[in-house]
Each structure stands twice: as structure tokens, then as C-alpha cells.
Nanobody, 122 residues
Framework: QVELVESGGGLVQAGGSLRLSCAASGRTFNMYHMAWFRQAPGKEREFVARISSYGISTVYADSVKGRFTISRDNAKNTVYLQMNSLKPEDTAVYYC???????????????WGQGTQVTVSS
């Protein structure tokens, strides 16, 4: 399994941008599909975006499509989430996740990061 550490969260005004990073340990990063999830206070964790092991395929939640971009750099063992046009409803703890299978939702996740807080003020 890989160990995941997120960074890049913070406080931003509505309409602003943030880029989250997730650094993975180990030499098998390119064997994992990577995803971002988020959890707002009082709500269940929800899927945000997923990218295939070599970055060929991506999937986004409807709520972030056109505003967020997931990418990865396998040479750096890192996956990114570029978040533009942020809205107050994007406020949540954002989690990085790794899976060996291409799956929707949180089924089949092998590793989770500890999360990074994103707060969007209105």
C-alpha cells in the first residue's frame, strides 16, 4: 500500500483558487488510480474527482465539473487537484485516496490520506 499526505488547503474567498497536492510514498504509485473526496461538516464523504494510473482517464463529480482539474505526476509520486472558481459550498476537508481498481465512490479504496481543510468564504 501507499501512504498519502495532502497539502495545500487553506482559506480563500469565493471565486478564488487553490491547488491541493497529495504526495505518495513507495515505488508503486503508478499502479494506483488516484482520487479526491471531500467531507463537509455534518455530511457524508463525497467523491470529487478520479484519475487513472497513467493519467489517461479522469472523472469528475457534476458539482465540480469545469471548475476543478485532477492531474498527476508519476515521476514525483504526486496527484494534484486544481480548484478554480471556488464556492462556499466547496468548504470541506479534502481527502486523497488510492485504489488498485477503477471504481466509483469509495469502494475499493486501498489508502486514504489524513485530509486537508479547504474553507471558502463568501
Amino acid at each position: 500500500q501507499v501512504e498519502l499526505v495532502e497539502s495545500g488547503g487553506g482559506l480563500v474567498q469565493a471565486g478564488g483558487s487553490l491547488r491541493l497536492s497529495c504526495a505518495a510514498s513507495g515505488r508503486t504509485f503508478n499502479m494506483y488510480h488516484m482520487a479526491w473526496f471531500r467531507q463537509a461538516p455534518g455530511k457524508e464523504r463525497e467523491f470529487v474527482a478520479r484519475i487513472s494510473s497513467y493519467g489517461i482517464s479522469t472523472v469528475y463529480a457534476d458539482s465540480v465539473k469545469g471548475r476543478f482539474t485532477i492531474s498527476r505526476d508519476n515521476a514525483k509520486n504526486t496527484v494534484y487537484l486544481q480548484m478554480n472558481s471556488l464556492k462556499p459550498e466547496d468548504t470541506a476537508v479534502y481527502y486523497c485516496a488510492a485504489s488498485r481498481i477503477w471504481t466509483t465512490g469509495s469502494t475499493g479504496i486501498n489508502s486514504w490520506g489524513q485530509g486537508t481543510q479547504v474553507t471558502v468564504s463568501s
